[in-house]
């Protein structure tokens, strides 16, 4: 099985439920609750210290506007890349972020994730 073969509005149902959930953790700064679909790969190098510091430092991370845009995929081997256009309640402007998708043990899974 692999993501690539999915559409865009299959992979647009997967990733906007769970860029909103990614929104909502950073916001409350819920480490938990925020890696709950990474992949173990993603896991063990977004370990808690990490992620906490740009929760407590980043005031981006904290003030996530809720309201974000899917701009589209880029598909690369065993992952697809689903671009978004996101927005701070705080500060001015437009960032990109980026949330790549695949599959692990079955299962799609997030393998990257990251707002420039």
Do not use: C
């Amino acid at each position: 099985m692999n993501i690539i073969d999915k559409t865009d509005e299959e992979l647009f149902e997967i990733a906007g439920p769970w860029w909103e959930k990614l929104i909502k953790y950073s916001n409350n700064k819920n480490y938990l609750m925020f890696i709950e679909n990474f992949s173990k790969t993603l896991r063990a190098g977004a370990n808690e210290m990490e992620i906490g510091k740009q929760f407590a430092k980043s005031e981006l991370a904290q003030n996530l506007d809720p309201a974000f845009e899917i701009l589209g995929t880029i598909r690369r081997g065993e992952h697809v890349t689903v671009l978004i256009r996101q927005k701070s309640k705080k500060q001015e402007g437009e960032w990109l972020g980026r949330i790549v998708l695949g599959y692990e043990d079955g299962e799609v899974k997030i393998f990257s994730v990251s707002l420039f």
